[in-house]
């Protein structure tokens, strides 16, 4: 695609099964995907149904990309993009 | 019953007869519950071999694969398969014995992480710790592996598992995934419309999601009906009809000049369930860069990924094609576009004695029973088989597309053969990648297949040869076979006949040699190794820069 070459960070809100596999899947994904990892913060939601993550990344190419895979995992039951973070450009 | 006899049990369930497989340890309780089923087990001679031909029968009848392997070892001789059939999106399920609980996490004998290893090279992957889920998962692994764009599930089950006792519940009557509601594409609909009708040089992009999809035959009457001109990718061809006079063939890197010519002036690209891949387009950023998109698919990943559609619609290609079916009126572009077909059209008077293959696979592909399966490896016979046969569907063209995996095509006609005993399985390989898997020469030996082998022997790793010879100065590093095997004697000693050739008049009267014969036969093929795959695009170049037999650039 062909957006401006410039990194931005993203933040998702992800809602997982809960099973560390799951994490596996997102990182390998993310990783996979060209999307550099800024952060990453896991809860197990608290009837343990499920793991809350906050899963921040850094990258070139348009987020959608990314949100578009990690959508297809079996393990991801929801998934929410919060507002690219103005400001937070990087080389 | 214990969850191995579970696992049979939900085979039969989900109408599977027939498995692809190699028992071990860790699997030894499935294998158990398999003897004496009705579940028929093909014993393969390799891992990769059960999960090629478990490919080989989904592609060829639509219906999910099944392979099965023990744990390590057999685990990881699977994953080749798996990774193609992730990338060509063919179901498939995967059942692997594992260690057992007690020991597992352990370095215990054969264990690795199968779950872990899967990661990358399935659609998802299921380890079962509790037999109470394993009917639950099984059923789900069906549903998943079919369902959406299709893929290889993995389902790792450790011993204990298949061991520990269970009831068996019947299914209950299962969701069906609901249809494409037309009215929440309406705005799209109309917007693709209006695109189709401002349109004057249109151009339909055919892959694989469309026979996936079941929709060929309202892909078939869309271009009857709009008079739209249509190229397809690898794995789609056999798509259209071949009465279709607007039909280019296939394009990309191998493709017809006329494909390429043709897609790049197009001002409107229609691309139904394929990806813009990059055999296909070449130079990304060249590629119908005058062209508007509008893109149907079935995975919304695809969407935006690498082109960027001035419309997309996500949904089911059969609802959807009807529904945007408008006549057009392109009778200039029409044509432009069959002239461009007259004038590159294939060339078979090749000079001299010496078998050429674009024509001896045409002659082939006229001589074969209607209907037969062709599967082939990866390379320059590959190519030929795409660019110089003619299928009446995609589910008799197997080949490795997105892996491009050597070593696929003896297994695969296996598999296809199985699914489809009534129809003609043949298989047309190369020297290097026959070499691959020819222990699965075991398999048609024992199940007494009758699977029709040519070997296209140019004593040479040959796809790999030519890029030598074009791109690195012709310094043929490691691509030299002409210390081959002899063919011929090593099918005989699996009992399978054989006969080899080398001048062009032997050609017919081998082929029909091979046909009447009633068991597995193998026809060896003697060709130049210098004879090359036309047209090619470079790397990097955009596809209206062909190179064609004599290299030279095309306008
Ligand atoms: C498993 C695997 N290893 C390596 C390759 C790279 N490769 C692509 S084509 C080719 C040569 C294939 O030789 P052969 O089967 O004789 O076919 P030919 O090109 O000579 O027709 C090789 C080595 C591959 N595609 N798959
Ligand atoms: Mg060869």
């Given at each position: 695609m062909s957006n401006a070459a410039q990194s931005q960070q993203h933040t998702l809100t992800i809602h997982t099964r809960h099973e560390a596999v799951a994490i596996e899947r997102l990182l390998q994904v993310t990783r996979y995907r060209g999307f550099t990892l800024a952060g990453l913060e896991l809860k197990p939601l608290a009837d343990l149904s499920g793991l809350l993550i906050t899963l921040s990344v850094v990258s070139d190419k348009p987020v959608s990309l990314l949100v578009n895979q990690l959508n297809k995992?079996?393990?991801?039951l929801d998934l929410e993009l919060h507002q690219a973070e103005a400001g937070a450009l990087r080389a | 019953m214990t969850g191995a006899e579970l696992v049979v049990k939900l085979l039969t369930e989900h109408g599977v007869h027939s498995v692809f497989g190699y028992p071990g340890g860790a699997i030894m309780p499935i294998y158990d519950a398999l003897y004496q089923s009705p579940v028929k087990h093909y014993l393969c001679r390799h891992e990769q071999g059960g999960g090629f031909s478990a490919i080989g029968y989904a592609r060829a009848s639509g219906q999910t694969g099944v392979c099965l392997a023990t744990s390590g070892p057999g685990a990881t001789n699977l994953i080749t398969a798996l990774a193609d059939a992730l990338l060509d999106s063919i179901p498939v399920v995967a059942i692997t014995g594992q260690v057992s609980q007690a020991v597992a996490g352990t370095d215990a004998f054969q264990e690795v992480d199968v779950l872990g290893m899967s990661l990358t090279c399935t659609k998802h992957s299921f380890y079962v710790s509790d037999v109470a889920d394993l009917a639950d998962t099984l059923r789900e692994a069906f549903s998943l592996a079919q369902s959406g764009r299709p893929g290889p599930v993995l389902v790792d089950i450790p011993k204990d598992v298949q061991l520990a006792q269970v009831d068996y519940q019947p299914l209950h009557l299962t969701a069906t995934s609901p249809a494409t509601e037309l009215s929440q594409f309406a705005e799209q609909i109309a917007a693709a419309r209006a695109l189709l009708q401002q349109a004057q040089k249109p151009m339909a992009y055919i892959g694989g999601g469309v026979h996936m999809a079941d929709a060929l035959p309202e892909l078939n009457a869309f271009l009857t009906a709009t008079g739209m001109p249509s190229v397809t990718t690898l794995k789609a061809m056999g798509s259209v009809e071949k009465s279709n006079p607007l039909y280019l063939g296939m394009l990309g890197m191998h493709g017809t000049q006329a494909a390429n010519l043709a897609v790049q002036q197009t001002d409107l690209l229609l691309c139904l369930g394929a990806r813009f891949d990059d055999r296909v387009t070449g130079n990304l950023k060249k590629f119908a860069s005058e062209a508007k998109v509008i893109h149907i698919d079935i995975d919304p990943a695809e969407i935006n990924k690498l082109r960027f559609a001035d419309v997309a619609m996500l949904g089911d290609l059969k609802a959807l094609l009807p529904a945007m079916t408008a006549a057009g009126n392109y009778a200039d572009w029409q044509a432009h576009c069959g002239a461009l077909k007259q004038q590159h059209g294939w060339r078979y008077d090749h000079p001299g004695e010496r078998i050429y293959a674009p024509l001896l696979l045409k002659q082939l592909s006229e001589r074969m029973p209607d209907n037969s399966v062709v599967s082939c490896d990866v390379g320059q016979h590959q190519m030929w088989v795409a660019q110089h046969m003619r299928f009446?569907?995609?589910?008799n063209h197997l080949s490795s597309g997105?892996?491009?995996?050597?070593?696929?095509g003896l297994p695969a006609a296996i598999g296809a053969k199985i699914s489809r005993p009534q129809d003609t399985s043949v298989l047309v390989t190369g020297d290097g990648s026959f070499m691959m898997n020819v222990q699965e020469l075991a398999t048609i030996k024992r199940f007494r297949l009758p699977v029709k082998i040519i070997v296209i022997d140019n004593q040479r790793l040959g796809m790999v040869k030519q890029w030598q010879q074009l791109f690195?100065?012709?310094?043929?590093?490691?691509?030299?076979?002409?210390?081959?095997?002899d063919f011929v004697s090593l099918a005989a000693a699996f009992a399978i006949p054989g006969h080899s050739i080398s001048h062009k008049d032997e050609v017919e009267s081998a082929l029909d040699a091979m046909f009447s014969w009633p068991g597995p036969y193998l026809l060896h093929v003697r060709i130049d190794e210098t004879d090359n795959v036309w047209p090619l695009v470079p790397p990097g170049a955009a596809n209206q820069d062909m190179m064609t037999d004599l290299p030279q650039w095309e306008e």
């Open positions: 995992l079996y393990d991801v | 009446n569907s995609p589910r997105g892996l491009g995996t050597m070593g696929f690195f100065a012709g310094r043929y590093s490691e691509t030299d076979l002409s210390d081959n095997p």
